[in-house]
């Protein structure tokens, strides 16, 4: 049976047409059946308002710090109200690569990194491979990995620094424990220093 246009045949459900209906542009706004905003549009919006707090934060705790030392290192700076007193060019840069200690420290931090990245990574990976087995206590040794990643830098480096000292020290404890000397100075050696961090 013919229906003319825009009349609907008994029983029929409008609202399931109106849940199924495409979105159409009204005044340049994609909107539903209903004169809705689409349903695309909104997610949209819901998924930047969950995530701007995220980038607000790490704007002001990433971007905004890397931007300011890059404007300040071509200034002279007043110490005590980090002001600028004036631009200077490229003066902090020209006077850091004249000094004479400048390629010691360019290798030895090239080499820090280098070390550090590579070591990070080995053990990172062989600690993976081994939390991929199926061993008793797999689970409790899955805590006590993961568990740093709860602690706050600062207190870890803390906890390693005492881990480090000569005399009170568990690194030196240890030591003793097995018959060295354990009076190693972890950090005040210059050849053991840079390893120990």
Known sequence: ????????????????????????????????????PSSKRR???????????AVVIVAGVYAYPAVATAVYSFARLDVATFGIERFVGLSHYLSAIQDPAFLSITL???YFGIALTVTTIVFSFLIALLLNQDFRGRGIVRVVVL????VPPIVGGVLWVQMFHAEFGF????????GG????????????ALHAV
């Open 147 to 150: 568990l740093p990643w709860a």
């Open 1 to 36: 049976q013919n229906y003319p246009p825009g009349v609907l045949p008994p029983g029929y459900r409008d609202d399931a047409m109106t849940q199924t209906a495409p979105a159409k542009v009204v005044r340049g706004r994609r909107v539903d059946r209903a004169g809705a």
């Open 43 to 53: 997610e949209r919006g819901l998924a930047i308002a969950m995530v701007l707090p």
């Open 171 to 178: 690194i030196n404890g240890l030591i003793r424990a097995f």
């Open 181 to 192: 000397a354990g009076d190693i100075i972890w950090l005040g050696r210059p050849d053991l």
């Open 108 to 110: 030895r931090t090239t």
